[in-house]
């Protein structure tokens, strides 16, 4: 059964840190570019962060760069956003998402999503 599963949401002080993981199964991992995309009550979703198949490609929006970094371990099947000096705006439902065709393309599966708080 396809599922991505992701993890590590929370409530966080803003300044603080947390990471996501999103745990893939019933595709072949190793083979689509991950992304991150997130969703603010009221906004559109936003592209967070794209990763290529193999790890060495990356992507960040303007709002995240040089704070979040996106990393992946194909042998573990899972992709990561590690989240640095949050701020209440990075406030969201966080998806992860598999791009058979590249970061550039559509996206073929979604995750539940889990939700980050960022608040005092």
């Known amino acids: 059964q396809l599922q991505l599963v992701e993890s590590g949401g929370g409530l966080v002080q803003p300044g603080g840190s947390l990471r996501l993981s999103c745990a893939a199964s019933?595709?072949?991992?190793?083979?689509?570019?991950m992304s991150w995309v997130r969703q603010a009550p009221g906004k559109e979703r936003e592209g967070v962060s794209c990763i290529s198949r193999d790890g060495g490609s990356t992507n960040y929006a303007d709002s995240v760069k040089d704070r979040f970094t996106i990393s992946r371990d194909n042998a573990k099947n899972t992709v990561y956003l590690q989240m640095n000096s949050l701020k209440p705006e990075d406030t969201a439902v966080y998806y992860c998402a598999a791009k058979r065709g590249g970061c550039t393309s559509y996206t073929n599966y979604w995750g539940q999503g889990t939700q980050v708080t960022v608040s005092s």
């Open positions: 019933g595709f072949l991992f190793s083979s689509y570019a």
